[in-house]
């Protein structure tokens, strides 16, 4: 050690409290290349555990690679070469680079990599988004079915990470695409989420219906504070999503029953905020009870005319909206100074 640097001011004698510390200022890349100075300090990173603390990780997985982000930094991208993986990454020149693994599987490569990240996450992600399956607008009948066996291993080895964690991973916004529910359950289970998003990813499959019973039987289920799935039909009764916040789905078809109990609920509870629903029927306005008064006419450039019929509702100076534009309807709550003038309210 130099005269310039005693040892008493060396990072490698610093009181554990205070190393902590200088751990908890660094971020999850900052905290791999001080593990990687010395036998010491990779010692005491691997006892302390720091918390990485993410706040955001997108994953897409493709037939033959792999690539994820985490916050603004971007990883290398992992292909499939024969028996082996591919990495290709960009240096600090801006240069790319790439090694080949051999005899390694490009998909448990990427998921140690992935899983090197996740295990000491102890702070609340803002979002994880996994792209596990989403056919591209030209591919190989050979290559979507190996994308399904890829997101498929992919899916349950993190799966069995996950599951190896002492508590659930916190996530507010869990998205994924997928090729069927199933696939959603290799995961939910072992989060805690605030937020869903499930998008199909099979565009030739547009109007399945999505099994839902499986995963409204979770306990994750009942803490959802909005709900969204695209590209497929859902078979949920009214009454398991009456816990949410908001929701958008797509329904086959919607009935008059339907609306009715949406209304009532919303007049009656207050935390009921938005729900959008679709269909494949175009003359929703039809199901509205005609002895309710309106609707009232707005005419928006973009989607033409919107029709909106105003409640009543039990929390003082708050109103529901229930509009039909297109093959939608729409339930929103607001505040009295909002309702447009000439409206009549139910």
Request: charged content about 25%.
């Amino acid at each position: 050690m130099s005269a310039e640097y005693p040892s008493e001011k060396c990072l490698l004698t610093m009181p554990d409290v205070v190393m902590n510390k200088v751990l908890g200022k660094l971020d999850f890349p900052a905290i791999q290349c001080l593990r990687k100075t010395c036998s010491t300090l990779r010692t005491f990173i691997d006892a302390v555990k720091p918390d990485p603390a993410l706040d955001k990780l997108q994953i897409y997985v493709k037939h033959d690679n792999i690539f994820f982000f985490f916050d603004e930094y971007v990883y290398p991208q992992y292909y499939m070469n024969g028996g082996g993986c591919s990495v290709k990454w960009y240096g600090r020149d801006d240069q790319p680079r790439k090694k080949l693994l051999k005899s390694e599987n490009f998909v448990d490569v990427v998921l140690r990599d992935i899983n090197t990240l996740l295990t000491n996450q102890k702070s609340v992600m803002d979002s994880l988004k996994i792209v596990a399956f989403r056919t591209p607008d030209v591919i190989l009948e050979e290559q979507q079915e190996l994308l399904y066996q890829v997101s498929e291993e992919f899916l349950s080895n993190l799966e069995s990470h996950l599951a190896s964690k002492p508590k659930k991973l916190q996530v507010k916004t869990f998205e994924i695409q997928v090729a069927e529910v199933a696939q959603v359950l290799h995961l939910l289970p072992h989060l805690d989420v605030k937020n869903l998003k499930i998008t199909n990813g099979r565009r030739v499959n547009y109007d399945a219906v999505l099994n839902m019973q499986e995963l409204i039987e979770l306990e994750q289920w009942k803490k959802l504070d909005t709900l969204e799935i695209l590209h497929c039909f859902v078979n949920l009764r009214i009454e398991d999503l009456l816990h949410l916040k908001r929701c958008y789905l797509h329904y086959e078809t919607i009935n008059s029953a339907m609306i009715e109990e949406l209304k009532e609920a919303f007049r009656t509870s207050s935390h009921l905020k938005s729900f959008r629903i679709r269909s494949t029927q175009s003359d929703i306005q039809h199901l509205m009870d005609p002895r309710y008064a309106g609707p009232h006419i707005h005419y928006d450039q973009v989607v033409g005319d919107i029709q909106t019929w105003f409640f009543s509702v039990s929390t003082p100076e708050q109103f529901l909206a229930i509009s039909i534009v297109a093959h939608q309807i729409v339930f929103e709550s607001g505040w009295w100074v909002f309702v447009p003038e000439g409206a009549t309210i139910n």
